[in-house]
């Protein structure tokens, strides 16, 4: 297992560097061969020649590439500094540059609002992997039942609507008219937990309603075809009572392609958190991502890019390791 | 096959229904297994009956689809447990086991005879085990369902059945995995598992269909010697005459869902009476014949279960089916009747027909 932990771990850190040499080629070398000056982004259209000049050596844009990239590399667990000699400016580990438009440091602002897309990932993944897969299980056992109908009827329903009608909805009600709750718009780690439950509320339900809904309906088809399994007919056989064989025999194999579709849509969530962000108006990544490009912040897209990619590659491996828990043929592989 | 002539008469006789309890161990009368389908009934099992003593072995033999599996699951009670909204299998008839009728039991107390009083062994081990876990936590599951004992002492139990059954190093070996074990070992561990508590009756379901020729023998050699060890009953289950040639006491042979021919082993193997036995016979593979020498395997293929043929389910691929008078074997379905003690068939030809038919033209050929 800890090789497996290991070599996985490994894999990780391979996979951020491509991230960085990608999202590094496509925001800072693309410009740069079509022309495009980037102390110009930096400074707006209007600067003059002696302070682009300026910008460019603190920066460092005139550098080989390859300096820059590994600049940027380095920064990251080691902090670095800009410019020389008397106007140095230093940026803390982890260095994410500064943004163009706030001038603050990128990490500053991706502090605060990566535990926002998390917490709003991970809470709705929770609910909807609980929810889903319990109302699978108990409508695979009572296949053809009217609970069974009904459920996989308000599944398809759950599954068929989109974020944003749902989410408009639930605000609309909860939070303008009904004011049972109250979201706060500006969230940060020094809210308490209070706050954060509170404004997340809504947001995890209507993710975990449309996404449980699918669940369900995978977490069904999969115990029906496990329950036709050879090793359930053994295991009764045995003389194991009928709950222990469900819990213990059908729904460690039922657990193994939903944890397969789970790590995927976890990546999708958090990568894709602009649309659940926007909609409920949420100071996450996806929301610092849309200011990130409307405003050309190429440093601020970089360290936007960065981050949910390490976030994604972390859901990913904690859900691969569930699997390998579950499964021993992937750890002894 | 040389101590086949003591156990000649355990077969017995058909016995009506709603007679009192049995003296036999096991006894099965008029077993029905049907399954409504939306293509319509299938009568898997449709009529079947037959008695076993403890120490001895029943050969239940048959083409694939005759029913055979349906009847030990129908035996262990395998048709109604964890049946999930599927439409019910219908079953009647009477299940005697020790004195005790299964089908008119309560289904949690039968629960608690399977794998105690009666285990089963699967055809495909490497999917008849849980491939989550290890060898060892199964047999300590099997074990503890029916002991209260600690995990410790159950796991000491399952390295011990593990060294039973002839896998090397049982102390290490109970932590693997099912998918790192070879077939013939895979087939080993279940038996272990099946053996765990000692069950009075043991069904082997084709327990060597899946494996390799080489590894086959092996594993009918440890049943064989298991069964004289703890002197159980044991129905083995296959398509090949060979497998219960080595083994069986008494021989079941089985056509679409019923009986056409019982008796002690040596009767049905040098006496057969029914014509479908002489085709299974024929198809039978040995070494000291060339291929070309030996009969046709059993031409046409196995009937519909769902609408059995009229009169003799076998009269479409039966080569004899007109010898019979008055197209009798079309319209009249034959009962078992007793050619010599314990020795039983279903067939419409006289025993003339049949004597003359066995030494011109079968025998010859096998
Ligand atoms: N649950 C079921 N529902 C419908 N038909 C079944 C079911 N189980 C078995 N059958 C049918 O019963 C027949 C006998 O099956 P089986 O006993 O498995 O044959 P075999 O002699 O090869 O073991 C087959 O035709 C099979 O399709
Ligand atoms: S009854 Fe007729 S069809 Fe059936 S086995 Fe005998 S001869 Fe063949
Ligand atoms: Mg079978």
């Known amino acids: 297992m800890l090789a497996y932990l290991i070599r996985r771990l490994g894999a990780v850190i391979v996979m951020l560097l491509v991230v960085i040499l990608t999202t590094f080629f496509i925001f800072y070398v693309l410009p740069k061969w079509s022309g495009q000056d980037i102390a110009v982004l930096f400074a707006g259209k209007n600067s003059g020649a002696e302070q682009l000049e300026g910008i460019r050596q603190k920066l460092g844009l005139s550098d080989p590439l390859l300096v820059q990239f590994w600049e940027f590399v380095k920064g990251i667990p080691l902090g670095r500094d800009y410019g020389s000699g008397d106007d140095v400016t230093h940026c803390g580990a982890p260095c994410l540059g500064y943004s163009f438009r706030t001038e603050l440091p990128v990490w500053e602002t991706v502090k605060d609002a990566l535990p926002v897309t998390l917490a709003l990932a991970g809470g709705a993944a929770v609910l909807w992997l609980i929810g889903g897969v319990t109302v699978g299980v108990v409508s695979a056992l009572k296949r053809g039942s009217f609970w069974d109908r009904g459920a996989m009827i308000t599944a398809l329903g759950g599954v068929s609507m989109p974020i944003f009608f749902t989410g408009m909805i639930a605000m609309g009600v909860f939070v303008h008219s009904l004011g049972w709750i109250s979201m706060d718009d500006s969230l940060t780690t020094k809210d308490s937990i209070g706050t954060w439950v509170e404004t997340m509320i809504l947001p995890w339900i209507v993710l975990a309603f449309l996404q449980a809904a699918m669940y369900a309906r995978l977490t069904r088809a999969t115990m029906l075809e496990v329950l036709g399994e050879d090793y359930i007919r053994t295991a009764r056989a045995k003389g194991v009572t009928e709950p222990v064989v469900i819990r213990r025999h059908a729904l460690r194999s039922t657990m193994t392609p939903i944890l397969t579709v789970f790590g995927l849509d976890l990546g999708i969530l958090i990568g894709g958190a602009i649309l659940t962000e926007t909609t409920f108006n949420l100071p996450g990544l996806g929301q610092e991502a849309v200011k990130a490009i409307q405003g050309k912040d190429l440093p601020m897209i970089l360290g936007v890019t960065l981050c949910t990619a390490l976030a994604i590659a972390l859901a990913n491996l904690v859900v691969d390791l569930m699997y390998a828990v579950i499964d021993p043929r992937v750890r002894l592989g | ?366």
């Open chain 2, 1 to 366: 096959m040389s101590d086949l002539k003591k156990t000649g008469a355990a077969v017995g006789e058909p016995v009506a229904t709603d007679s009192p309890a049995p003296s036999a161990f096991l006894e099965v009368r008029d077993l029905k297994v049907h399954f409504p389908t939306d293509d319509g009934l299938v009568k898997s099992v449709d009529g079947l009956s037959f008695q076993l003593e403890k120490g001895q072995t029943l050969g239940i033999v048959g083409e694939s689809g005759s029913g055979k599996s349906v009847t030990s699951l129908g035996i262990m009670g395998l048709h109604t447990a964890g049946q999930y909204g599927k439409r019910k299998a219908q079953i009647s008839g009477e299940i005697w086991l020790d004195g005790q009728e299964l089908l008119s039991t309560d289904p949690d107390e039968v629960r608690r005879l399977r794998g105690r009083e009666m285990a089963m062994i699967f055809q495909d081990p490497l999917s008849a085990l849980h491939p989550y876990y290890s060898i060892g936590k199964q047999i300590v599951e099997a074990y503890r369902v029916h002991h209260d004992v600690d995990k410790k002492t159950a796991r000491k139990r399952a390295i011990e059945m593990l060294d039973r059954v002839g896998i090397p190093q049982p102390d290490k070996r109970v932590d693997a995995y099912p998918h790192e074990f070879s077939g013939g070992m895979r087939q080993r561990a279940m038996i272990a598992m099946s053996l765990v508590n000692n069950p009075e009756l043991l069904i082997a379901d084709e327990p060597t269909t899946a494996l390799d020729v080489t590894v086959q023998a092996q594993i009918l050699d440890l049943i064989r010697d298991l069964q004289k060890e703890f002197g159980s009953a044991v129905i083995i289950i296959t398509h090949d005459l060979g497998v219960v040639a080595e083994l069986a006491d008494n021989i079941l042979v089985m056509y679409g869902g019923r009986c056409v021919e019982r008796g002690p082993a040596e009767k049905v193997f040098y006496e057969p009476q029914h014509p479908y036995t002489w085709g299974l016979l024929g198809s039978m593979p040995r070494i000291d014949k060339e291929q070309t020498e030996r009969l046709i395997p059993v031409k046409g293929s196995p009937p519909s279960l769902i609408n059995i043929p009229s009169g003799c389910a076998f009269n479409p691929r039966c080569p004899y089916a007109d010898l019979p008078k008055d197209n009798v074997t079309r319209e009249v379905r034959p009962e078992l009747a007793e050619s010599d003690p314990g020795h039983w068939s279903a067939c419409h030809l006289s025993p003339e027909q049949r004597e003359r038919i066995w030494t011109e033209e079968i025998a010859p050929k096998l």
